[in-house]
DNA sequence: CCGAAATAATAGCGAGTCAAAACTAATTTG
DNA sequence: CAAATTAGTTTTGACTCGCTATTATTTCGG
């Protein structure tokens, strides 16, 4: 009757739900909704390729409309900053402000999720990692969206030295933080999705 | 900078919020909203112990009003049916209706997750079902909700032959497909969370 | 080099979710 | 049998979300 993977899926929606709650009860001093901190969390997370509005609609699966009522009100909160983009002045740029960035640390709004995940060990998160990102992407083969992941698991990422890297898609150079952000171009590397890391 | 627990986290999300655009597209031609969707899914795992509204609001982690709301436009619609219970006649009981069950089976609003999950071994799915599992098991303890398992891995479900069991917390018997619908009340065995299958 | 198509973002609108609180009805407790 | 508890509904108001323009900028074709 309940197939596994059917039971998994049926996992990923009650832990989302329960994050949602989560969200929602961190974000309700501040008058935010879970959308809000979800919109935060990524800008903290992602690339400086791509912290634009558009983005972040293809991030939440959502219209590009929402999102910017949605960055309206972060906006008006003075949590995040917009920006022009230098050469297209088409594009705003996004990024958390210091209040922003300020609430997230205070409010931690993954501490449950982080307190939670003590109990399992570092090589099952590894390995779920693994096989959530595989449904992830082929999910995403059949939907059209970009998979967002990090730099240092993208085929266009490339070691220069130590410290250096270069990223082939945008042709510009990466410092090693840097890799370990989210980017809306990623590809990833064979062997990151069907075997473990 | 991106611990692996965070990354985890923003997969979950992530795929989260896929399917819930999923269950948009799914549910727009009869005019049904993602939460909707996923409480035809609930009725249609959930064990008669368990097909409550207050059920419903836990495995949603959202309130009773809400979920009112939820369930009196589904009614509406013919998608689901409700009747007293014979003992406690305050309580609510739900069911799929005919109509609801038919609605499932063409719209298939899992085909996308179940299509894309075909591309991993059954044994990494069900290595991160008992994963997740246990992740979500630490969160609702720390919640307090319940963690709604299946009764084939409930301490209170025991075998008494080859095809009857019996609910040591209600006190009733259970056929072999009921062992495998979600309970409210399910209180996992030990070896099913730290360890996998 | 100029007009048309394409792209990034915003604005306005209306339907509908959602939480909170008040309320009803049935059950349990003391 | 009254008070407290529990399941569920109703009401209200705020806010999300998709949709459809609209604006500004860039790219493409001739």
Known sequence: ???????????????????????????????????????????????????????LAEYLDTTKGTVSQSLLLLDRRGLIERYQDEIDRRVVRLRLSALGEAFLDESNPSGLWQTATREVSANRVRYSVSVLRTILYEMQNQN??????????????????????????????????????????????????????
Not at 33 to 41: G, T
Request: hydrophobic content about 35%.
């Open 144 to 197: 059209g969206g970009p998979p967002f992941g990090t730099c240092n698991t993208c085929v266009y990422c490339q070691r220069k030295s130590q410290r250096i890297h270069h990223c082939a898609w945008f042709g510009e150079r990466l410092s090693g933080p840097e890799t370990r952000k989210i980017c809306r171009e990623q590809v990833p590397k064979s062997g990151y999705l069907t075997a473990g890391e």
């Open 1 to 55: 009757m309940l197939k596994n993977p059917v039971v998994l899926l049926d996992l990923v929606d009650r832990l989302a739900n329960l994050m949602r709650a989560e969200f929602r009860r961190v974000g309700s001093e501040e008058g935010l909704q879970p959308v809000h901190i979800q919109a935060l969390l990524f800008l903290a997370q992602v690339n400086r390729f791509s912290n634009t509005p558009q983005a």
